[in-house]
């Protein structure tokens, strides 16, 4: 099985209220490819920095198996940037500044070793760059992953639309689902995104957990209760990482290994958020990833006699 | 076993999105004494309401085994009555009218059979009214478990913080949570609220599910997806009924089994919310339950294999 994902690879400027994490690595892409690195190699990814980016981080995402062969690197250009300061409880955070740099005119170019995917995992970009990215590939991937969010929502929707219609799973959170769907209730949402093409829908609630549906099945997989979250940046793709990592790692797309594939993701943001930035994706091994995914299990386990 | 709950007994005004109910029957203790009263009987309530209060109503509670030696009926004198609207989203709601009448004066006084319960239900009260309650108990009850919630740690904290040394099961949300330990982290805020006294912690967060914490353990009890939420009225006191129910039917009093009494209590919540008022939780049958219960387990269940 082989996986692509597609998304930022970036420098992020993050304020919490445990600090300041200035001109830190960041981007969709880079939380994707780093969780899912511990599921199966090489995770191919296709994006674009400027000739700022650091050599360090390049040779590091190789080392954990990152294929970098579909990462353009402009000369002369500079990368995406992100500032954003988190409120005091998490809930909410305002973007302070967004330098696109590179990403203002990025066309994504599929090498020709990524071009039969098992597993895509479109990550946040404007809709007709995950459109094109699936105008290259030669053969249907068995499963197509898009993550977006309510601002394409706002001024893309059409453009949305379109590529929804190639998508076997879309991942957004709870207000993007009723704002996509215009229904309220999760349920009946999930019946109206359905139509639109994607056969699963993950909601993403973040601490509120995440639900799956496909047909009329559901699956709620909780979020852990955590003594300290530090910084949230990267949650929702470093869920995305485990989610499309395990499923391209088994090969298995039924309902009941999608839910173990939610438990993996979920168990990839959990520890995401317990550092800044990347940090602390960087030194997991498979056993305390195993270890964590079982404690999502300890905590919902009961049993009706 | 034997279940003792006090709080109001009530008319309610509701306004939601899908209609208007005028004058219907409400308060804490008729949800928490219906819910409870499909796992045990008799069900000892302690409450006030005014002769305006219907006769078939209190028949009909009768007919489900709800014992009504300890409800005061004041003659002259109205009962309760609270007139609230729901948002469109059911996330927040407006108090339109609150008229206390024989809840203002209200002295709660246990009859005799009343007065060595094994499982004590403190429904959401002034502090003070509650600490009346558990001064006329003549032997420890096996568990106390008091609801409360934000107005109370408002305007009545330290009159709050002295009923809570007595308790064993405290039942509050989210904020109400972070706002008694001032802690946002709900992991440091059970911490907090533990050294006041309750050994367990339930948080309700309504449609994300509830949490509970005991000494370093947790669960976590989803809340069902549901289609359709006709209104939210009770669903909190309906889970207290369905919780402290299970718990007086089995008096096991483990972690174990409080689990179960929290999926119960999730049950008896969302059964309530699917009509106005109390309307759903009249037509129950045990094979509901239990199929509902089985819902909630079909939910969680994975495996990592």
């Known amino acids: 099985m082989n996986l692509v994902a597609v998304g930022t690879v970036a420098f992020d400027d993050i304020q919490t209220p445990y600090g300041h994490a200035e ?14 690195s511990y599921f199966l190699t090489p995770v191919r990814i296709v994006s674009v920095v400027g000739d700022d980016f650091p050599e360090e981080t390049l040779e590091y995402l190789k080392k954990r198996g990152v294929d970098l062969e579909g990462l353009q690197i402009k000369e002369g250009e500079k990368s995406f940037y992100w500032a954003g300061r988190y409120h005091d409880n998490f809930a909410s955070r305002d973007t302070l500044d967004t330098q696109l740099n590179v990403l203002a005119d990025f066309d994504p170019i599929l090498p020709e070793t990524y071009r039969r995917p098992d597993v895509l995992m479109l990550g946040n970009l404007t ?7 699936l105008e290259q590939v030669t053969k249907r991937p068995e499963l197509v992953v898009l993550d977006t969010m309510n601002f394409w929502m706002d001024i893309a929707l059409s453009d949305l639309h379109e590529v929804l219609k190639q998508v076997d799973v879309l991942t957004i959170n709870d207000e993007e689902a009723r704002q996509l769907s215009g229904e309220h209730s999760l349920v009946k949402a999930a019946k109206v995104i359905h139509a639109m093409g994607p056969k699963y829908l993950v909601i993403k609630k973040g601490e ?7 047909r009329g099945d559901i699956f709620f997989a909780p979020a852990l209760p955590l003594a300290e979250v530090i910084d949230p940046t990267g949650a929702g793709d470093s869920f995305a990482g485990g989610f499309t990592g395990w499923l391209a790692k088994t090969g298995d797309y039924s309902f009941e290994n999608m839910k173990r594939a939610l438990i993996y993701g979920s168990t990839m943001g959990s520890y995401c958020v317990e550092a800044f930035g990347i940090e602390r994706l960087k030194g ?9 995914a079982q404690e999502f299990e300890n905590l919902v386990r009961f049993d009706i006699p």
Chains 1, 2 share one sequence.
Do not use: D, N
Not at 23 to 36: E, F, H, M, Q, S
Not at 127 to 133: N, S, T
Not at 284 to 292: D, E, F, N, Q
């Open 23 to 36: 001109k830190v690595i960041g981007g969709a892409c880079t939380y994707i490819a780093l969780a899912a």
């Open 208 to 214: 509120h957990g995440s639900l799956l549906f496909h």
């Open 127 to 133: 809709p007709k760059i995950q459109m094109r990215v």
């Open 284 to 292: 997991l091994t498979p056993a305390m990833i195993r270890s964590r």
